[in-house]
């Protein structure tokens, strides 16, 4: 096996981390690197245990995530998932979390890809509460945001041609995959894409949290990874945002002037980061070169690191 080497590469959450916040970009991408190792330096453990965190709405997700995808591994093997049957997998595993986050922080210090710790825990967010009730009434929230989100996946006609799509045709199914743009390897992960019988490719991704215009950009990413990776031209592409909660399908096609300007935005990110861009094998580097944002930002009351970066104290509105 080859040996792990720090190497620069490029995705659309690492343009969307560091135009939010270089410090924390700084944290997640090279202070981060080998906190994993057992004689790993604190600064750099910390930061892979914090990278290694989330938030409840994004933990939502995720859970959501898992039992769609696990939905589909059921079709193909000739089963059905009931609406019911969704939610409850999805339920479970987001109950399990946040008891774990909540009662294994220990267990997370040690292997922090293994256990959840939700951030509202690790920083003793109001929101998380339980004498006070907050924390029942903000989980309610992400209960019914998954119930609802079960019920659109299983039951709306929206979805009708992502739910009867045969499996032969199907292309990926939250597939890691690495396209090359501008010399740099480009990651991205498509939730659902199948070819239809006129040889149209259909990419879904699902987005269980409210619509952002940042969507668009990166299915015209995921436009160009389905040309390089399964050979398809643009024109034969359709991309689909899937708001679960909100219940709507918000379809994208891509000519070749939107997808220059995709092209352009990527290669400027690309540059920009390159020019920060240092050996974390080397080194932690200088994180001076990433300057944090303004104090008071609301970046830093949802932001996982900072303890580090000393704005611990930041809290989120009426929290
Ligand atoms: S706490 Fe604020 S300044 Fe520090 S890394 Fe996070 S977002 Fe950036």
């Given at each position: 096996?080859?040996?792990?080497?720090?190497?620069?590469?490029?995705?659309?959450?690492?343009?969307?981390?560091?135009?939010?916040?270089?410090?924390?970009?700084?944290?997640?991408?090279?202070?981060?690197?080998?906190?994993?190792?057992?004689?790993?330096?604190?600064?750099?453990?910390?930061?892979?245990?914090?990278?290694?965190?989330?938030?409840?709405?994004?933990?939502?997700?995720?859970?959501?995530?898992?039992?769609?995808?696990?939905?589909?591994?059921?079709?193909?093997?000739?089963?059905s998932l009931a609406t019911a049957e969704l939610a409850?997998?999805?339920?479970?595993?987001?109950?399990?979390?946040?008891?774990?986050?909540?009662?294994?922080?220990?267990?997370?210090?040690?292997?922090?890809?293994?256990?959840?710790?939700?951030?509202?825990?690790?920083?003793?967010?109001?929101?998380?509460?339980?004498?006070?009730?907050?924390?029942?009434?903000?989980?309610?929230?992400?209960?019914?945001?998954?119930?609802?989100?079960?019920?659109?996946?299983?039951?709306?006609?929206?979805?009708?041609?992502?739910?009867?799509?045969?499996?032969?045709?199907?292309?990926?199914?939250?597939?890691?995959?690495?396209?090359?743009?501008?010399?740099?390897?480009?990651?991205?992960?498509?939730?659902?894409?199948?070819?239809?019988?006129?040889?149209?490719?259909?990419?879904?991704?699902?987005?269980?949290?409210?619509?952002?215009?940042?969507?668009?950009?990166?299915?015209?990413?995921?436009?160009?990874?389905?040309?390089?990776?399964?050979?398809?031209?643009?024109?034969?592409?359709?991309?689909?945002?899937?708001?679960?909660?909100?219940?709507?399908?918000?379809?994208?096609?891509?000519?070749?002037?939107?997808?220059?300007?995709?092209?352009?935005?990527?290669?400027?990110?690309?540059?920009?980061?390159?020019?920060?861009?240092?050996?974390?094998?080397?080194?932690?580097?200088?994180?001076?070169?990433?300057?944090?944002?303004?104090?008071?930002?609301?970046?830093?009351?949802?932001?996982?690191?900072?303890?580090?970066?000393?704005?611990?104290?930041?809290?989120?509105?009426?929290?």
């Open positions: 096996m080859s040996e792990l080497r720090h190497e620069f590469s490029w995705s659309v959450s690492r343009r969307g981390l560091a135009d939010t916040c270089l410090r924390a970009y700084y944290y997640q991408y090279y202070l981060a690197w080998r906190g994993w190792g057992e004689r790993a330096e604190e600064s750099r453990a910390l930061a892979y245990r914090l990278k290694n965190t989330t938030r409840l709405p994004m933990w939502a997700g995720t859970c959501l995530h898992d039992s769609i995808a696990h939905w589909f591994e059921r079709r193909a093997a000739g089963q409850a997998h999805a339920l479970l595993a987001f109950r399990l979390g946040y008891k774990q986050s909540r009662d294994e922080a220990a267990r997370w210090e040690r292997s922090p890809k293994r256990f959840t710790r939700l951030q509202e825990h690790h920083y003793a967010e109001a929101s998380v509460d339980e004498p006070s009730g907050r924390a029942a009434a903000y989980g309610k929230r992400y209960v019914q945001r998954i119930e609802s989100s079960a019920r659109w996946f299983c039951e709306s006609s929206e979805l009708e041609r992502v739910r009867t799509a045969e499996p032969s045709t199907w292309l990926a199914l939250e597939e890691h995959g690495t396209i090359d743009l501008f010399h740099t390897p480009i990651h991205a992960i498509p939730d659902f894409a199948f070819r239809d019988e006129a040889g149209v490719v259909w990419i879904y991704d699902w987005k269980s949290g409210a619509e952002k215009p940042e969507h668009e950009f990166q299915l015209g990413l995921y436009t160009l990874y389905a040309e390089q990776k399964w050979g398809v031209a643009p024109s034969e592409v359709r991309c689909v945002a899937a708001y679960l909660e909100d219940g709507r399908a918000v379809q994208h096609r891509y000519d070749a002037d939107a997808l220059e300007h995709v092209l352009g935005a990527v290669h400027a990110s690309i540059t920009a980061l390159r020019e920060l861009h240092f050996d974390a094998d080397a080194g932690v580097g200088d994180r001076e070169r990433f300057p944090t944002v303004a104090l008071g930002s609301a970046a830093c009351t949802s932001c996982a690191f900072r303890g580090p970066c000393g704005r611990a104290g930041a809290t989120i509105a009426g929290s």
